[in-house]
């Protein structure tokens, strides 16, 4: 027993002193590439796919392993178109997937020269979440998107294009129940009212809570297919909710609105800058 051990203790070195680094970048990025496809699929219609194609996988095995040739020639040619199949039908679950991958460097360099903006960004969020709170008291209905790193055009375009400086008065204006754009969503880029009246595209999700309206499943679809920050103001309970990621949280007010949106729009460095001076005022 203890030579076997020996020469198998001997062997797994001898592995290990012949790893290169070019084999640990290999395993990384695999690695890495995992992690996003997990992500991908996690909570979304894409889950059901995956284990679908799991099982094909596994039956294809099986019937090679018994030499069952019919069922093997099937799942063969299954799986040669299947690719073109999950393209086509999961069109916009990849394309968003590929834009999020692609948001997370670009928003990390983009933070190194924000802090010009940060008094700017935060003045916006202020403005915002006070203007939220008074339409939630008052039980009007709202749909602000914060744009990120997805750029938002194909957006933008089913809407009025305004450019205007954030204000309570010009969202109190939007968003009143008898105006012309009061239905549609309001999208902030670059601290500026960029346009209102935009339609949003809703949610498939079949998970999401039935009590919610069109405009919940439209801000959560618009989180789903974009890393916008999304804010919905309920007209029929005046609740104020965040969604991020196709996910739904609910119950703010103007200073945990506040915080939320710091924590979402600024860079992770300025951010934690901002909370360690409030906690020392503390």
Not at 129 to 137: P, R, V, Y
Request: proline share 1%.
């Amino acid at each position: 027993m203890s030579n076997w051990l020996k020469e198998n203790m001997t062997f797994v070195w001898q592995q290990m002193l012949d790893i290169r680094f070019i084999d640990i970048l290999d395993i990384g990025l695999v690695s890495v590439m995992l992690f996003f496809a997990f992500r991908f699929i996690r909570e979304r219609r894409a889950g059901k796919l995956a284990l679908g194609v799991a099982l094909l996988f596994l039956i294809m095995v099986i019937s090679e392993i018994l030499e069952m040739y019919v069922t093997r020639y099937f799942l063969q040619n299954v799986f040669q178109v299947g690719i073109l199949v999950v393209i086509v039908l999961f069109q916009p679950e990849i394309r968003s997937a590929l834009e999020k991958i692609g948001g997370e460097p670009i928003k990390s360099i983009k933070g190194i020269g924000d802090q010009k903006d940060t008094t700017e960004t935060l003045a916006v969020i202020r403005e915002v979440s006070e203007t939220m709170q008074d339409l939630a008291a008052e039980k009007t209905g709202a749909l602000l998107v914060f744009e990120r790193t997805t750029k938002l055009g194909d957006i933008v375009k089913t809407g009025t294009v305004l450019n205007a400086d954030v204000s309570s008065f010009l969202l109190k204006n939007i968003f009143f129940n008898k105006a012309p754009m009061h239905d549609g969503a309001t999208i902030i880029s670059g601290n500026k009212v960029h346009s209102a009246g935009c339609f949003l595209p809703l949610s498939l999700n079949d998970s999401i809570i039935k009590d919610l309206g069109t405009r919940h499943r439209a801000g959560i679809g618009m989180s789903e297919n974009s890393d916008a920050v999304v804010i919905i103001v309920s007209e029929e309970t005046g609740t104020i909710s965040v969604a991020v990621d196709g996910k739904l949280k609910r119950g703010y007010d103007a200073d945990t609105l506040a915080a939320e949106l710091e924590g979402l729009l600024l860079s992770d460095n300025i951010y934690k800058k901002i909370k360690n001076r409030k906690g020392s005022k503390k």
